[in-house]
């Protein structure tokens, strides 16, 4: 059970992953941000606060779109774990 305690007491991220060590991943934070910085630089206050809404409404969408996959992985795994212990 030490695996769950240490779920229980949060030493276990289940949504955090090593990006560093994914080459593809790290560029494409690179160019995401090079983009954005190119695109603030040519906005006007209104149009970078539209932008910021946008992009916080984003962030939220993939925050409930990352747990339903959580859940639905996790709910995969136990199903995995049931069937080969028959």
Request: charged residues 30%; contains cysteine.
């Amino acid at each position: 059970m030490r695996i769950l305690e240490e779920f229980w007491y949060g030493n276990i991220k289940p949504t955090e992953y090593a990006s560093a060590a994914c080459k593809e991943l790290k560029e494409a934070l690179r160019l995401i941000t090079r983009n954005e910085e190119k695109l603030l630089a040519t906005m006007t206050e209104e149009q970078k606060e539209l932008f910021s809404r946008y992009t916080d409404a984003v962030h939220e969408h993939q925050t409930m779109v990352e747990c339903l996959l959580f859940q639905s992985s996790f709910k995969l795994g136990a199903k995995m774990m049931v069937e080969v212990m028959e």
